[in-house]
């Protein structure tokens, strides 16, 4: 019994400090992700990105 003492406020500071960090976040604006979602619409599920090496193609001089 001497236990819940100590748990009980324990678990109410730590939850306390969950919703503080929680809200800091939410003004801090680290959920806005302006650009993503107009870009996912434009591309396809199957596609991936292009990378920095596509498009690029190597003469037989070269290789």
């Keep these: 019994?001497?236990?819940l003492l100590i748990l009980i406020p324990v678990s109410l500071f730590?939850?306390?400090l969950a919703l503080v960090l929680f809200v800091w976040t939410l003004r801090a604006d680290q959920y806005d992700d302006p650009d993503g979602a107009a870009n996912r619409v434009l591309l396809d599920d199957d596609q991936r990105p292009a990378g920095p090496r596509q498009g690029i193609t190597r003469t037989t001089a070269e290789r």
Aim: charged share 0%; no cysteine; net charge neutral.
């Design 14 to 16: 730590l939850g306390g």
């Design 1 to 3: 019994m001497n236990i």
